[in-house]
């Protein structure tokens, strides 16, 4: 089985629904696991998050960035139970660690997505109003983007050749982080609208999480990630062709 449930957002969401993020993810968790350890599941991959991660640290050690810190602590905890339940039951139950991901289908929610769908959406209505595309933030925060089709394709490896009881990530290398400012202005060159500000006032969360993605670059390598700005262009056409039944 391959567990991707979870109550899920952006820096906002992270930050005003704190109670939301913890509660949701460690029912929704225990609730997947208890459930495939009882039907006996030969094998279960669930999802991380780069938010489990502290500054320049590694998983487990040193506290969460404060900014997600109740929804880093809920994963780390899906951490700790596929763990358990493989020293305890001999449990295939294994995790995966993706970046940021985006693409066609993602949630555009203006108030509680990630940052690519709701740049997206914002950078679409300003256009659509003539107003400025307002970014939250200085635009320098760094970011690894994955696109959602090539994460598919290494969730499925997982789930046929990864065994191991410690966490993979599955993202693009360190060299291929990107910032926000780089992000903004690739949508905004796709819809073909100029008009961008940065609300330097509005926080920027976490300065960069980056990943190290050597260990599954061992294992599959000359993995052809989708260029960010490819992805980013196959987004947006997707999200202008689906606008009205696109989640928003």
Known sequence: MI??????????????????????????????????????????VSCLSTCIFPDE??????????????????????????????E?????????IPTNIYGPHDNFNLQ????????????????????PFVIAGTGTPLRQF??????????????????EIEPIILSVSENDEKSINFVATCIAKKLNYENLIFDKEKPDGQFKKTA??????ARIQNFDFTPIEEGISKTVEWFEANYKNSRK
């Open 146 to 163: 994955i696109y959602s089709e090539d994460l598919a394709i290494l969730i499925l490896w997982a789930l046929e050749n990864y065994n």
């Open 88 to 96: 305890q039951y001999n449990d295939n139950f294994i995790c995966v």
């Open 3 to 44: 567990h991707l449930a979870a109550c899920v957002g952006g820096l906002f969401k992270n930050m005003k629904l704190k109670v939301d993020m913890f509660e949701k993810n460690i029912l929704i968790n225990t609730n997947v696991l208890k459930v495939c350890h009882e039907i006996k599941v030969k094998k279960v």
């Open 212 to 217: 190290n993605n050597s260990k599954l670059l």
């Open 112 to 131: 509680y997505s990630h940052v690519i769908p709701g740049l997206i959406h914002k950078c679409y209505l300003a256009k659509q109003k003539g107003e």
């Open 57 to 86: 640290t590694m998983l487990h050690n040193g506290a969460p960035h404060f900014s997600n810190d109740a929804y880093a602590y809920a994963k780390r905890m899906l951490d700790v139970q596929s763990r358990a339940y493989q």
